[in-house]
């Protein structure tokens, strides 16, 4: 079982820029995904940002491509989502959610039906 915090949401206005942490706890094997991801009010979750632990790669939904950035820091089981050139279109309660044991050959990508585990979420509002 894995345990996750996001943490870091707020108000921004058009243009600028906001970093969401995801704090996680549990085992979730040698090598596993996390993922970011989105739900605005009457519309669907939307897959983010993936990145393989133990293999390093990234994935991206095309909506954010090119300004958002998943990281990681394996000192402090922290997953960062840093997100330049917000415009309104971005407000949502943002996910962090992990899919453990990440089978050999297996890639990472922002599928919500691949993850089992989610944290409780962190609201970013745009303003224009």
């Known amino acids: 079982q894995v345990h996750l915090v996001e943490s870091g949401g707020g108000s921004v206005q058009a243009g600028g820029s906001l970093r969401v942490s995801c704090s996680f706890t549990g085992s979730p094997g040698s090598r596993y995904c996390m993922g970011w991801f989105r739900q605005a009010s009457g519309k669907e979750r939307e897959g983010l940002a993936a990145?393989?632990?133990?293999?390093?790669?990234?994935n991206y939904g095309g909506a954010v491509s090119g300004r958002f950035t998943i990281s990681q820091d394996l000192a402090k089981n922290t997953v960062y989502l840093q997100m330049n050139r917000l415009n309104p279109e971005d407000t949502a309660m943002y996910y962090c959610?992990?899919?453990?044991?990440?089978?050999?050959?297996?890639?990472?990508?922002?599928?919500?039906?691949?993850?089992?585990?989610w944290g409780q979420g962190t609201q970013v509002t745009v303003s224009s």
């Open positions: 959610a992990a899919r453990p044991f990440l089978p050999r050959g297996a890639n990472c990508a922002p599928i919500a039906d691949e993850y089992d585990s």
């Open positions: 990145v393989s632990i133990g293999g390093g790669s990234t």
